[in-house]
């Protein structure tokens, strides 16, 4: 295996681990998907596709999961910028 084939392995599982930030915090306030949903106004399924990085919400949305589960904005939904020269090495 090759360097740059390890660092793309590598910052797959990075960008696979920020799309659990969510369920990482709904899990330590102990609140289930379907719980979540209904106190932010919407089904489980979008919860749990918002947790699987297959959704993107408005920012109303992130702003109302970030209320529920005691997080900010940052902690929640920002990506660390990576550098262009990164991204093609």
Same mark, same amino acid.
């Given at each position: 295996?090759?360097?740059?084939? %390890?660092?793309? *392995?590598?910052?797959?599982?990075?960008?696979?681990?920020?799309?659990? =930030?969510?369920?990482?915090?709904?899990?330590? =306030?102990? *609140?289930?998907?379907? @719980?979540?949903?209904? +106190?932010?106004? %919407? $089904?489980?399924? $979008?919860?749990?596709?918002?947790?699987?990085?297959?959704?993107?919400?408005?920012? =109303?949305?992130?702003?109302? *999961?970030? +209320?529920?589960?005691? =997080?900010?904005?940052?902690?929640?939904?920002?990506?660390?910028?990576?550098?262009?020269? @990164?991204?093609?090495?």
């Amino acid at each position: 295996m090759t360097y740059r084939s %390890v660092r793309v *392995i590598l910052y797959m599982e990075v960008m696979e681990l920020k799309n659990l =930030k969510v369920k990482f915090a709904r899990l330590e =306030k102990d *609140i289930s998907q379907t @719980e979540l949903a209904k +106190r932010v106004g %919407v $089904t489980r399924q $979008t919860i749990g596709m918002i947790e699987a990085g297959d959704y993107n919400p408005t920012l =109303k949305l992130c702003v109302a *999961i970030c +209320r529920e589960l005691d =997080k900010t904005l940052n902690d929640l939904f920002w990506e660390e910028e990576v550098d262009d020269k @990164e991204k093609t090495r």
